[in-house]
């Protein structure tokens, strides 16, 4: 309940004093996110200044197994939809991993976003995303028709 209204106090400080600038500077946040909409777990989530990348960290348990993933995403793409909608799509990477028993997969992805600033500015957004990949590289070798769909909600605040 504390961290709430820390999160609230913070976002009405920013609100009106401005001091927070949405799109280019330092963002963090949080999303949940699948593998083919059958494993799910859970990414960090962050956009530094200066750096064009959206990165994600996270950690997955399937089938009694935890596994740690990173992406790093490349907006080829965004723009306004009206109101408080914008979209977003974009390239990037994925490489996914565990060690019991150790295997990994890497490949590509281009993530779909939609975004809302549910409060009106440029503070908090809320999004979700579809990306669908292609993972050729893994334990088991080079497998061209590897694919995979990775479905992600989340928010990121700015600062």
Known sequence: MKRIVL??????????TGAFAARTGLALGAEAASSNFSS?????????PSVPLYLGLGGYIDLGVFGVDLTADYW????HLGSVFDYYIGLGGYLAF???P???????????????????????EIFFEVAPAWIPVGSGGFSAL????????GFRIWF
């Not at 080829?76 to 723009?79: A, E, M, R, S, Y």
């Open 7 to 16: 999160l609230v106090l913070v976002c009405l400080l920013a609100v009106s």
């Open 76 to 79: 080829v793409t965004h723009g």
């Open 102 to 124: 150790f295997w990994f997969s890497l490949g590509a992805r281009l993530p779909l976003g939609l975004q809302a600033w549910v409060l009106g500015n440029d503070l908090l």
């Open 40 to 48: 799910w777990g859970g990414r960090f989530v962050a956009h530094l």
């Open 98 to 100: 565990n060690t019991n």
């Open 146 to 153: 590897n694919f995979d769909i990775q479905p992600a909600l």
